[in-house]
T-cell receptor, first 110, second 112 residues
Framework: ELKVEQNPLFLSMQEGKNYTIYCNYS?????LYWYRQDPGKSLESLFV?????AVKQEGRLMASLDTKARLSTLHITAAVHDLSATYFC??????????FGAGTRLTVKP | SAVISQKPSRDICQRGTSLTIQCQVD?????MFWYRQQPGQSLTLIAT?????????ESGFVIDKFPISRPNLTFSTLTVSNMSPEDSSIYLC?????????FGPGTRLTVT
């Protein structure tokens, strides 16, 4: 059974600092997704990573995928308050078989 | 990406009753999915609903409790039957293409 582990589950950061969220998964997959969820809202797609070595950046967020290590990272650079949200990684060996990590609840403090 | 709407956006229901949630997509899609997100938790797939076939349920979810309809390529419903407080969750539908899934706004259900 595919297991997806995220850490940390809770992250409190100061504005301006850098940090990385990790996503490990247990079986082979070339598809990995990062989503953002604000309180009471649905999921917003951040990144779609479809191959080993894929790296994508959007603003202060950068995601990477190492399929051999079964590891993805979401790096936050110079955090700002607007980044406060819950971030989920999801692994999908097939697009119709998506499994989510537990989520990382990020709080960025002034 | 597809535009997805759900009705109702939220509801408060009494124990023992049923609620049907609708999911409407602005384009024809083959794959539709229903997820449950319990308070403070991650998303769990309930079932996959492909048009023209019976829904496929994940372990721990049964058709009697969560009947699903998929009458055409743009619409699906999920019914939460004989509700209990443990069914209080956000229910999300999503649609898939060859690369990813896109999520609807969700239905926030509270069972009292």
């Amino acid at each position: 059974e595919l297991k997806v582990e995220q850490n940390p589950l809770f992250l409190s950061m100061q504005e301006g600092k850098n940090y990385t969220i990790y996503c490990n998964y247990s079986t082979t997959s070339d598809r990995l997704y990062w989503y953002r969820q604000d309180p009471g809202k649905s999921l917003e797609s951040l990144f779609v990573l479809l191959s080993n070595g894929a790296v994508k950046q959007e603003g202060r967020l950068m995601a990477s995928l190492d399929t051999k290590a079964r590891l993805s990272t979401l790096h936050i650079t110079a955090a700002v308050h607007d980044l406060s949200a819950t971030y989920f990684c999801a692994v999908a060996p097939d697009v119709d078989d998506m499994r989510f990590g537990a989520g990382t609840r990020l709080t960025v403090k002034p | 990406s597809a535009v997805i709407s759900q009705k109702p956006s939220r509801d408060i229901c009494q124990r023992g009753t049923s609620l049907t949630i609708q999911c409407q997509v602005d384009s024809q899609v083959t794959m539709m999915f229903w997820y449950r997100q319990q308070p403070g938790q991650s998303l769990t797939l309930i079932a996959t609903a492909n048009q023209g076939s019976e829904a496929t349920y994940e372990s721990g979810f049964v058709i009697d409790k969560f009947p699903i309809s998929r009458p055409n390529l743009t619409f699906s419903t999920l019914t939460v039957s004989n509700m209990s407080p443990e069914d209080s969750s956000i229910y999300l539908c999503s649609v898939g293409d060859d690369y990813e899934q896109y999520f609807g706004p969700g239905t926030r259900l509270t069972v009292t």
